[in-house]
């Protein structure tokens, strides 16, 4: 059973929102880490937005600072990942993922990683 599943990627114009959502159906995340990561064609995965399950301390890359929110909802056992202002450089596979040290920023220490959603911003 997958631990994390993401939801919400799609084609948007440039200037445009989208909403990511990470779902954990068959686990508590209670004392984890989230954080979303991106993956653009022969790039390597980059940390994009990280929150503690409680939803205590955001933390930004500076390439989205002020564009992307993260945030949870405990009661839904979700993480999700607000992105407006989007740009064609945020085009990538975003992947949702769980670790246990605060910030996860580092795509080797991350536990757990969700399958992927493709974002795709046009000109």
């Known amino acids: 059973q997958e631990q994390l599943v993401e939801s919400g990627g799609g084609l948007v114009q440039g200037g445009g929102s989208l909403r990511l959502s990470c779902a954990a159906p068959?686990?508590?995340?209670?004392?984890?880490?989230m954080a979303w990561f991106r993956q653009a064609p022969g790039k390597e995965r980059e940390f994009v937005a990280g929150?503690?399950?409680?939803?205590?301390?955001?933390d930004y890359a500076d390439s989205v600072k002020g564009r992307f929110t993260v945030s949870t909802d405990t009661a839904k056992n979700t993480v999700y990942l607000q992105m407006s202002s989007l740009k064609p450089e945020d085009t990538a596979m975003y992947y949702c993922?769980?670790?246990?040290?605060?910030?996860?920023?580092?795509?080797?220490?991350?536990?757990?990683w969700g399958q992927g959603t493709q974002v795709t911003v046009s000109s």
């Open positions: 068959g686990r508590s995340f209670s004392r984890n880490v």
């Open positions: 929150i503690m399950w409680s939803g205590d301390l955001p």
């Open positions: 993922a769980a670790g246990f040290r605060w910030p996860l920023q580092d795509p080797q220490v991350v536990s757990y």
